[in-house]
């Protein structure tokens, strides 16, 4: 089976949810995990903390610069991934429905390179 990433985009600069509907969207979310690992498709996947914590790394000929925040400013950050295994793009497509149901955020689908 191949292995795709199911991307979980935030809106930037948007106040967070109030904390009922949060507690919904994360039993949803941990439902889907729970049919993801009964289906053996679980790999990996969690949520990532603002992107005000990233630290970026730069090569500028022999030297890395290091510099605090996101790389760039964006409408959207990466609030987190999900690594699945399906046997074709359809059914991580259908994992994909299920999360931006229950998220109601975009998500992309992507699989990884080098798999037949």
């Not at 295994?85 to 699989?111: N, Q, S």
Request: glycine share 12%.
């Amino acid at each position: 089976m191949k292995q795709y990433l199911i991307s979980m985009y935030q809106p930037a600069g948007v106040d967070r949810p109030d904390p009922e509907f949060l507690a919904g969207v994360m039993r949803e979310v941990e439902a889907i995990g729970r049919d993801l690992r009964a289906a053996g498709s679980w790999v990996f996947g969690d949520g990532l903390h603002e992107p005000e914590t990233a630290t970026v790394l730069r090569a500028d000929g022999d030297e890395v610069l290091v510099t605090d925040g996101p790389f760039a400013e964006a409408k959207e950050y990466l609030g987190g991934f999900t690594i699945v295994r399906a046997p074709d793009l359809d059914a991580a497509l259908e994992w994909g429905r299920r999360y931006a149901r229950a998220t109601r955020l975009p998500i992309e689908v992507r699989p990884f390179q080098g798999e037949g």
